[in-house]
């Protein structure tokens, strides 16, 4: 504020400032004082009389004289400043009284002067003892007992009233000596200011170009020679200027033979932006009506394959369906990066926030791209790290995305060894939690300049014609846009040759609920032998199983495990045993061998090996189902294997059944111009048991609609002349008229755009199904908004399975011959091969049977099935399958399965002439 002050104003300012404040300090200190000795003065005068009303009074109150009382009491009020006086007898009650009420009494065990100061008077309270007598000529009589009391009240208004004026005398003067104190501050700020406005105006004059200006002499020796500086000064700009001129005027003809040139290119600048934004229009477009094109046929061609699969197949069909199957994902796999990236880059990308387990989330990402590491001989493996918070809030979706790609890098670039996610607590406060995942691998590694392009769009660490791992190039671009709008971050440390390590470091909110944590566990206390070769696929189960609730017992060799169990240390028995397997390691044989040894000691045991080798141990356990599984093994599905291999269950939350429907199937409308689409979707809602209806067109759709009832409708989106928002609103128009109520509308769309569910939701739509669809997206979303429960009928009806009939051959020649690629001697040694079993086979179901002895018939009867898979008996093995599903399901319906297997046996051995 002080620099936005002008010369004159800060000549004042530094003139009085000083002044004033002096003198307001000085004046205020006397005034103060003078104030204070004026109260003073009252205090004392007050005292004074009170002191002197004493013997005055005493008489009057040995006597209770209360005329004299009050005569002295009016008298006193003539004093300056008396306000009130009161005199009290002995026991405290008024004798006289003068003045107005007053606002202070002290009680009657008062024995000394009591003071009392407020803010308009001041109250004295002094006992009238019989010493008071004695001054005023009476006789005293010796008695400590007070005569009564005197109680004056002195008015401060006088004094502060002489105060005031004293005060008003102050500023007067103050003011006064300001005001001279100003007017010399004037005259001598227009001696300096008057030169200066001088200058100030040829300086101005010279800035407006009028260099000819010339400041006379100021009258002081300073302002001359300022003055002089700046004549010197316009005389060198006037020069300045006039050379200048000349220069602009030769640059002036330059540049105006310029413009046209830059006016063209600004013409053209425009253009291209024009034209720019019209292609990414276009783009946006093109992806939104490719995702629709390309979406909609995969649609139909994942749906069919599904449903291909379903059906009784022979192992090279379902080769190609699986390889169909998996190009097709693959190509969902694609466009999805590719729609992923055009909705980061137009920043449409919007993120959930709902609760979620991490474990869980991590350990199902792993167990999807098992196969895909197994298949290259790699370990994966994840380690969780005991304090990390497990429920969460956040994108799990996008979370698992982000992992996928870096663990499908990993798996991508790594050609033997292990790969390992590892998650970690950074830092943490009551409501958010800093985490960090990181994927460690042992492949290939990268070089500082791959180190550079790794999260550009399109480029990959092997960009060569050779290049044996394919993609788009978009996965670590897509996974650092996502990490980056979650508020974290993503980095990478690699050394060629010796393997990369991907990071991410993320803050997420904790959820207060405990979502999804393990089930309170009946294992608790009991020990587990473990064996795995691999040190940190070891160090992860053996976590895994401490979670679980069970005391780990680590071994590296077998025999020292089977050695363990035998001779139960510590005089404890170990009840389970988990097993690390591979073939190169434990062929099927061999574990075959432990595993009845192991029982034989009353040990459970439960093997886990990779995906790709689970077929191959299929044969060498009783109990397939519960004695296998693949690794990774996610944690809660290892309590449950080991809570059924001990015979117990694991305490679960209580969750609410879902309604079913009350006597009746659900009816749903299917509306889709696309035939193939349509029959998927009819077929899959079918097999599920509903009662579906399906059209081809919007109009079809708003006739049925009027004409019947449904309780849901499936509606495409784009269709032609009626599309399914315009269809929509029919509905919802007609729905108003007839003033019924809303029927649940779903959207199938093959768009993945931002911003459409929301287009689609504020058309009258209620919810919306991105294709290509499953069964269980469609059963949850019919369950939402319909309350009907839909369930795969094949799944829940065991029973319903169409029985081995006559229609079936007993011996089909063709089919052996095809199952044994042709060769005639294969087909024929297979046959034989199953003739010759048969015997033994069916007297062990027989004696299974009588025993019930449920195990026993599954590994016998699964054993069977498996025989007839390679030869051409179709009745048999139709019999062979409907038993062992139902046996699994412990089904009652399994009895009269098995009854028909026998009888299915019985007619074989009786076409091919071999007793049984």
């Given at each position: 504020?002080?620099?936005?002050?002008?010369?004159?104003?800060?000549?004042?300012?530094?003139?009085?400032?000083?002044?004033?404040?002096?003198?307001?300090?000085?004046?205020?200190?006397?005034?103060?004082?003078?104030?204070?000795?004026?109260?003073?003065?009252?205090?004392?005068?007050?005292?004074?009389?009170?002191?002197?009303?004493?013997?005055?009074?005493?008489?009057?109150?040995?006597?209770?004289?209360?005329?004299?009382?009050?005569?002295?009491?009016?008298?006193?009020?003539?004093?300056?400043?008396?306000?009130?006086?009161?005199?009290?007898?002995?026991?405290?009650?008024?004798?006289?009284?003068?003045?107005?009420?007053?606002?202070?009494?002290?009680?009657?065990?008062?024995?000394?002067?009591?003071?009392?100061?407020?803010?308009?008077?001041?109250?004295?309270?002094?006992?009238?003892?019989?010493?008071?007598?004695?001054?005023?000529?009476?006789?005293?009589?010796?008695?400590?007992?007070?005569?009564?009391?005197?109680?004056?009240?002195?008015?401060?208004?006088?004094?502060?009233?002489?105060?005031?004026?004293?005060?008003?005398?102050?500023?007067?003067?103050?003011?006064?000596?300001?005001?001279?104190?100003?007017?010399?501050?004037?005259?001598?700020?227009?001696?300096?200011?008057?030169?200066?406005?001088?200058?100030?105006?040829?300086?101005?004059?010279?800035?407006?170009?009028?260099?000819?200006?010339?400041?006379?002499?100021?009258?002081?020796?300073?302002?001359?020679?300022?003055?002089?500086?700046?004549?010197?000064?316009?005389?060198?700009?006037?020069?300045?200027?006039?050379?200048?001129?000349?220069?602009?005027?030769?640059?002036?003809?330059?540049?105006?033979?310029?413009?046209?040139?830059?006016?063209?290119?600004?013409?053209?600048?425009?253009?291209?932006?024009?034209?720019?934004?019209?292609?990414?229009?276009?783009?946006?477009?093109?992806?939104?009506?490719?995702?629709?094109?390309?979406?909609?046929?995969?649609?139909?061609?994942?749906?069919?394959?599904?449903?291909?699969?379903?059906?009784?197949?022979?192992?090279?069909?379902?080769?190609?369906?699986?390889?169909?199957?998996?190009?097709?994902?693959?190509?969902?796999?694609?466009?999805?990066?590719?729609?992923?990236?055009?909705?980061?880059?137009?920043?449409?990308?919007?993120?959930?926030?709902?609760?979620?387990?991490?474990?869980?989330?991590?350990?199902?990402?792993?167990?999807?791209?098992?196969?895909?590491?197994?298949?290259?001989?790699?370990?994966?493996?994840?380690?969780?790290?005991?304090?990390?918070?497990?429920?969460?809030?956040?994108?799990p979706l996008r979370l698992k995305q982000i992992l996928t790609n870096l663990v499908s890098n990993a798996i991508k670039f790594t050609h033997q060894g292990t790969i390992a996610v590892r998650t970690m607590l950074e830092d943490e406060d009551e409501e958010r939690a800093q985490l960090r995942i990181s994927v460690r691998d042992t492949g290939i590694g990268l070089s500082d300049e791959d180190l550079r392009l790794l999260f550009q769009a399109f480029s990959q660490a092997d960009n060569s014609l050779s290049r044996q791992a394919g993609g788009t190039g978009l996965g670590l671009v897509i996974s650092k846009r996502l990490i980056e709008q979650m508020g974290g971050e993503i980095g990478v440390d690699s050394t060629p040759g010796e393997g990369s390590e991907f990071w991410i470091s993320i803050n997420l909110p904790k959820s207060r609920a405990d979502l999804h944590s393990l089930p309170d566990s009946p294992l608790e206390g009991r020990r587990v032998a473990m064996l795995e070769p691999h040190e940190l696929a070891r160090q992860a189960l053996h976590h895994q199983l401490e979670d679980c609730g069970l005391e780990v017992l680590e071994f590296t060799r077998l025999d020292d495990l089977l050695q363990a169990v035998a001779n139960a240390p510590d005089g404890q028995p170990i009840a389970l045993a988990v097993f690390g397997v591979n073939l190169k390691q434990l062929p099927p044989e061999r574990l075959r061998q432990h595993v009845r040894e192991l029982e034989a000691h009353g040990c459970k045991t439960l093997a886990l090996c990779p995906t790709i080798e689970q077929a191959q141990y299929h044969e060498s356990l009783p109990d397939v189902l519960g004695q296998l599984h693949a690794k990774p093994v996610c944690t809660r599905q290892l309590q449950q294997l080991l809570c059924q291999l001990l015979g117990s269950h694991p305490k679960r939350y209580s969750e609410p059944s879902p309604p079913v429907a009350n006597?009746?199937?659900?009816?749903?409308?299917?509306?889709?111009?696309?035939?193939?689409?349509?029959?998927?979707?009819?077929?899959?809602?079918?097999?599920?048991?509903?009662?579906?209806?399906?059209?081809?067109?919007?109009?079809?759709?708003?006739?049925?609609?009027?004409?019947?009832?449904?309780?849901?409708?499936?509606?495409?989106?784009?269709?032609?002349?009626?599309?399914?928002?315009?269809?929509?609103?029919?509905?919802?128009?007609?729905?108003?008229?007839?003033?019924?109520?809303?029927?649940?509308?779903?959207?199938?769309?093959?768009?993945?755009?931002?911003?459409?569910?929301?287009?689609?939701?504020?058309?009258?739509?209620?919810?919306?199904?991105?294709?290509?669809?499953?069964?269980?997206?469609?059963?949850?979303?019919?369950?939402?908004?319909?309350?009907?429960?839909?369930?795969?009928?094949?799944?829940?009806?065991?029973?319903?399975?169409?029985?081995?009939?006559?229609?079936?051959?007993?011996?089909?020649?063709?089919?052996?011959?095809?199952?044994?690629?042709?060769?005639?001697?294969?087909?024929?040694?297979?046959?034989?091969?199953?003739?010759?079993?048969?015997?033994?086979?069916?007297?062990?179901?027989?004696?299974?049977?009588?025993?019930?002895?449920?195990?026993?018939?599954?590994?016998?009867?699964?054993?069977?099935?498996?025989?007839?898979?390679?030869?051409?008996?179709?009745?048999?093995?139709?019999?062979?399958?409907?038993?062992?599903?139902?046996?699994?399901?412990?089904?009652?319906?399994?009895?009269?399965?098995?009854?028909?297997?026998?009888?299915?046996?019985?007619?074989?051995?009786?076409?091919?002439?071999?007793?049984?």
């Open positions: 504020m002080f620099k936005d002050l002008g010369i004159k104003g800060r000549v004042l300012l530094l003139t009085l400032l000083p002044t004033s404040l002096l003198a307001l300090v000085l004046g205020g200190y006397f005034t103060a004082m003078q104030l204070a000795d004026l109260h003073t003065q009252l205090l004392q005068r007050g005292q004074m009389l009170t002191e002197h009303l004493a013997p005055l009074s005493a008489p009057a109150l040995l006597r209770q004289n209360t005329a004299l009382l009050q005569r002295i009491a009016t008298d006193i009020l003539d004093q300056p400043d008396v306000r009130a006086v009161t005199f009290r007898n002995a026991q405290g009650k008024p004798l006289a009284h003068a003045g107005p009420t007053m606002g202070r009494r002290h009680t009657i065990h008062d024995v000394q002067m009591v003071t009392q100061s407020g803010d308009e008077s001041t109250h004295f309270s002094l006992p009238v003892h019989h010493a008071h007598l004695s001054l005023s000529g009476e006789s005293m009589a010796q008695d400590d007992q007070p005569l009564g009391w005197v109680e004056l009240e002195i008015s401060h208004q006088g004094t502060l009233l002489r105060g005031y004026r004293s005060l008003l005398a102050s500023l007067v003067l103050i003011l006064a000596g300001l005001l001279v104190t100003a007017l010399l501050a004037v005259r001598m700020s227009r001696t300096i200011n008057r030169p200066l406005s001088r200058i100030k105006q040829g300086v101005a004059q010279l800035k407006e170009g009028r260099l000819e200006t010339r400041l006379p002499a100021l009258g002081s020796h300073e302002m001359d020679e300022l003055a002089s500086g700046i004549n010197r000064m316009a005389e060198a700009l006037q020069d300045a200027q006039e050379e200048l001129q000349h220069s602009v005027d030769q640059a002036t003809e330059d540049v105006r033979q310029n413009l046209e040139t830059i006016e063209i290119q600004n013409i053209e600048l425009d253009l291209a932006r024009k034209e720019a934004l019209e292609a990414s229009r276009i783009k946006s477009e093109f992806l939104a009506n490719m995702s629709h094109e390309i979406r909609t046929p995969l649609n139909g061609i994942l749906g069919f394959t599904k449903l291909l699969l379903k059906s009784d197949l022979n192992q090279r069909q379902q080769d190609y369906l699986h390889t169909i199957e998996k190009s097709a994902d693959n190509l969902l796999g694609i466009i999805n990066e590719i729609l992923d990236f055009s909705k980061i880059e137009a920043g449409k990308l919007i993120l959930e926030s709902v609760p979620f387990n991490l474990r869980d989330l991590i350990q199902d990402t792993l167990t999807i791209l098992a196969p895909e590491a197994h298949s290259k001989q790699l370990e994966l493996l994840s380690l969780i790290y005991r304090d990390t918070p497990k429920s969460l809030v956040g994108d006597g009746r199937a659900v009816r749903l409308l299917c509306v889709d111009d696309n035939p193939a689409n349509l029959l998927l979707v009819q077929t899959l809602l079918n097999d599920m048991g509903a009662d579906v209806v399906a059209v081809e067109s919007g109009y079809a759709a708003l006739e049925r609609v009027k004409s019947e009832h449904f309780d849901l409708v499936f509606m495409d989106v784009q269709m032609p002349g009626m599309n399914g928002l315009q269809t929509t609103e029919a509905i919802r128009a007609w729905e108003a008229e007839q003033q019924s109520s809303q029927l649940p509308i779903i959207a199938l769309t093959a768009h993945a755009l931002a911003n459409e569910k929301r287009g689609l939701l504020q058309g009258g739509m209620d919810d919306y199904l991105t294709k290509p669809i499953s069964e269980h997206q469609l059963a949850q979303v019919v369950l939402k908004w319909t309350g009907f429960s839909l369930q795969n009928q094949q799944n829940i009806r065991p029973s319903a399975t169409p029985l081995p009939s006559s229609t079936l051959p007993i011996l089909d020649p063709e089919e052996g011959l095809r199952l044994a690629a042709g060769k005639a001697d294969l087909a024929a040694d297979m046959l034989a091969m199953l003739l010759a079993s048969l015997q033994a086979d069916r007297q062990t179901i027989r004696q299974a049977q009588e025993n019930w002895d449920r195990r026993a018939l599954i590994e016998r009867v699964h054993r069977l099935h498996g025989a007839t898979r390679y030869c051409g008996v179709p009745q048999l093995r139709a019999a062979c399958q409907r038993a062992e599903t139902l046996l699994k399901q412990d089904d009652p319906e399994a009895r009269n399965a098995l009854a028909q297997l026998d009888q299915a046996i019985e007619r074989l051995a009786q076409e091919t002439r071999v007793g049984v």
